[in-house]
T-cell receptor, first 114, second 115 residues
């Protein structure tokens, strides 16, 4: 009964390839996020969606394209992968309340670009 | 936009002693301040949070204090145990509208409990 799940857990690929990461939450939340954690452990928001609508896009290169087919899913597609894209990508979800709410994180996807 | 600074970046504490981690934020509109714990190779998990209408909150050995005037908040862990060893992140968000609900994280504190 995993709350927020991501696939794959590990992704190793060559520069220039295109890859996707999938995220699903079964908490009934209405908001989902993608975060990037680099090698120095900095956690930075990339995107957020509320009820399938893109809300936040934090100046991420347009090689990154999120897609939310429904409230429970948020996928991340990355085109033309670069070395600097190597990081751990975390999906998260929360219920929007207007006063801040816990965000539940997925287990992360470790992307390595060679 | 919001900027969150966190200190120290590393902290070693003898088992049983207390640990304090401090954060400052820049946007006075921020009103939600969670703390996350991330063990090696694992996901960040919420350990405690505080909203701007409260000055202090405690949950067993963990407490958080918030000073809105000075725009800083702190995490206090008492009677530390080896399982407290992890990276701790503070965060801030405005939280009242969709566009600002994002969490801005501090740079993390690696806490090591020495047995």
């Amino acid at each position: 009964d995993t709350a927020v799940s991501q696939t794959p857990k590990y992704l190793v690929t060559q520069m220039g390839n295109d890859k996707s990461i999938k995220c699903e939450q079964n908490l009934g939340h209405d908001t989902m996020y993608w975060y990037k954690q680099d090698s120095k452990k900095f956690l930075k928001i990339m995107f957020s969606y509320n009820n399938k609508e893109l809300i936040i896009n934090e100046t991420v290169p347009n090689r990154f394209s999120p897609k939310s087919p429904d409230k429970a899913h948020l996928n991340l597609h990355i085109n033309s992968l670069e070395l600097g894209d190597s990081a751990v990508y975390f999906c998260a979800s929360s219920h929007f309340s207007g006063s801040g709410n816990e965000q539940f994180f997925g287990p992360g996807t470790r992307l390595t670009v060679l | 936009g919001e900027n969150v600074e966190q200190h120290p970046s590393t902290l070693s504490v003898q088992e049983g002693d207390s640990a304090v981690i401090k954060c400052t934020y820049s946007d006075s509109a921020s009103n939600y301040f969670p703390w996350y714990k991330q063990e090696l190779g694992k996901r960040p998990q919420l350990i405690i949070d505080i909203r701007s209408n409260v000055g202090e909150k405690k949950d067993q050995r963990i407490a958080v204090t918030l000073n809105k005037t000075a725009k800083h908040f702190s995490l206090h862990i008492t009677e530390t145990q080896p399982e407290d060893s992890a990276v701790y992140f503070c965060a801030a968000s405005i939280g009242r509208d969709f566009g600002n609900e994002k969490l801005t994280f501090g740079t993390g504190t690696r806490l090591t409990i020495i047995p």
